[in-house]
């Protein structure tokens, strides 16, 4: 009876379709990526192979791979790449596979998995899950390559076809951070990374049958490229710094956000904020420029004084506000008259005072830090 159950999930997954979900991405700019979400049962079946699955092979992978491994992170990543500038491993050869999970071949990953897997069934099971295909407005497409993003399998894929670039790597003695299709190699000479640039782009075309991206892939100085969200800072120390695009990003989505405050609640806008702001804190916290932190934290600051003070309309109804929140009436009624406009009048004694009383109300102490607000 077991053995029919099983049998017949193991069928029924193999009928199911992805489904194909456009999702803006939000850490970019402007940019929309496709990923595709299995159906409940699929995810379920691959969720309980890959935790069967990881635990075996994980311990097999190369230990300068960290993305999508237990007890593994992008700031360990991170903190391997700064050890080897450090050393004295100047330049970066920053390799950047083009679209890595659309154009991972089948064959050649079936292949890779047949020498760990000898069970038949789970080998028909994955080939079946590669194969599946997505529905994208009704229709449905077979896949002939490529690996779904979405699906809790993908990631451990990914790293099975990598782990044959880890190797290569290894063997030819090289310095070298990755995390999934993010590939950091650290070298001590422009001219030795070019070299390198030129044999793994060999490598990766005729061996793994994946693209180089060469418009996005470049040997150069670390500080010039950012890894994983994060660059470096090259004087008596190595310090690590969060990239430019990064911090653009950051500014974008806030603005986006304390933006919409003129027409919803303050309450709403800081919901819609912290958690955002958290996420962001826990990631680039690992930065070692606390100034950049301190900085962002009085432009945000800023932005929801100026916030405050347009929901606030009238003057009448802000000399109002100011008074009500403690500030001294004669300052209320001096800034209230004002014609400055709002983010001039952020940074005013007034707003200061009455802005972090009026969010410090509807702020609950676990949203945001009182730092932020004061």
Partial sequence: MGQTNRNSK?????RLNYKKVKYPQTLLLKVHYETSVPTVLDRFIQQAVMQVLQRRWDRTFSQHSYGFRPGRSAHQAV???????AAGYGWVVDLDLEKFFDRVNHDKLMGRIAKRVEDKRLLKLIRAFLNAGVMENGLVSPSVEGTPQGGPLSPLLSNVVLDEFDRELERRGLRFARYADDCNIYVRSERAGQRVMKSLTRFITKKLKLKVNATKSAVARPQERKFLGFSFKVGP???RVIAPKALDRFKHRIREIT?????????????????????WRNYFGFCETP??????TRWIRLRLRAAL?????????????????GVRPQLASNTAASG?????????????VGSLQCLLQVARPSNLDRRLLA
């Fill in 10 to 14: 193991i069928g029924c997954a193999t």
């Fill in 79 to 85: 903190a391997q790449a700064q050890q080897y500038i």
């Fill in 237 to 239: 120390e190595v310090k």
């Fill in 259 to 279: 933006r919409r405050a003129k027409g919803v609640s303050m309450e709403t806008t800081i919901e819609e904020l912290a958690p955002y702001m958290r996420g």
């Fill in 291 to 296: 100034e950049v932190l301190v900085a962002l």
């Fill in 309 to 325: 003070w347009r929901q606030w309309k009238t003057p009448r109804r802000r000399r109002a506000a100011l008074i009500a929140l």
């Fill in 340 to 352: 400055r406009g709002p983010w001039y009048l952020a940074r005013s004694k007034a707003l200061s």
